[in-house]
T-cell receptor, first 118, second 116 residues
């Protein structure tokens, strides 16, 4: 079974600074996907960024980038130039990918509560 | 458009009530999911529907009964719930590609359920 570990329960960051949220994962399967979601206090889970286990390049989406280190089994999220609206809970999640397809659920880490201070 | 809608936003029910949660997506996705999220915890998978068929049931008690009337709609019927079932119920959908791919799940805003 796969496991996701997020070791930072909470983080305080000054506005406009870059922030790195840690995520390590554990699986023996070679084919998997890693996802980051943002959950504001309203509750909706907002998809941010995806990295596949076979992707050679680190994923980027606007101010979000994923620092993927396969040998270390880490997939840290980097947010550049943080904004007040980035304050939220951030979840790292994982899903195994099967060559035959087939929907499967996400395994989530416990999350990191990020607070951006003015 | 990556919108998944859920109704109602909030629901308060007694232990003897019967109620239903509704989820809808118009992205042409063929997989739909129910997750349960307790306060300050990550979401936990409950059910997965793939091409309108139940493919995964994570040993959920029978007082939760899912239904997928068509590829755009997903319901969760609730009956004889317990106070510990109070949580945020999240619906998600994904393409359910036949080949290895991201198959990103997009979530709705959730229904906050309180069982008295």
């Amino acid at each position: 079974a796969q496991k996701i570990t997020q070791t930072q329960p909470g983080m305080f960051v000054q506005e406009k600074e870059a922030v790195t949220l840690d995520c390590t994962y554990d699986t023996s399967d070679p084919s998997y996907g890693l996802f980051w979601y943002k959950q504001p206090s309203s509750g909706e889970m907002i998809f941010l960024i995806y990295q596949g286990s076979y992707d050679q390049q680190n994923a980027t989406e606007g101010r979000y980038s994923l620092n993927f280190q396969k040998a270390r089994k880490s997939a840290n999220l980097v947010i550049s130039a943080s904004q007040l609206g980035d304050s939220a809970m951030y979840f790292c999640a994982m899903k195994l990918m099967y060559s035959g397809g087939g929907a499967d659920g996400l395994t989530f880490g416990k999350g990191t509560h990020l607070i951006i201070q003015p | 458009d990556t919108e998944v809608t859920q109704t109602p936003k909030h629901l308060v029910m007694g232990m003897t009530n019967k109620k239903s949660l509704k989820c809808e997506q118009h992205m042409g996705h063929r997989a739909m999911y129910w997750y349960k999220q307790k306060a300050k915890k990550p979401p936990e998978l409950m059910f997965v529907y793939s091409y309108e068929k139940l493919s995964i049931n994570e040993s959920v008690p029978s007082r939760f009964s899912p239904e997928c009337p068509n590829s755009s709609l997903l319901n969760l019927h609730l009956h004889a719930l317990q106070p510990e079932d109070s949580a945020l119920y999240l619906c998600a959908s994904s393409q359910d590609w036949p080949t290895t791919s991201a198959d990103t799940q997009y979530f709705g805003p959730g229904t906050r359920l309180t069982v008295l």
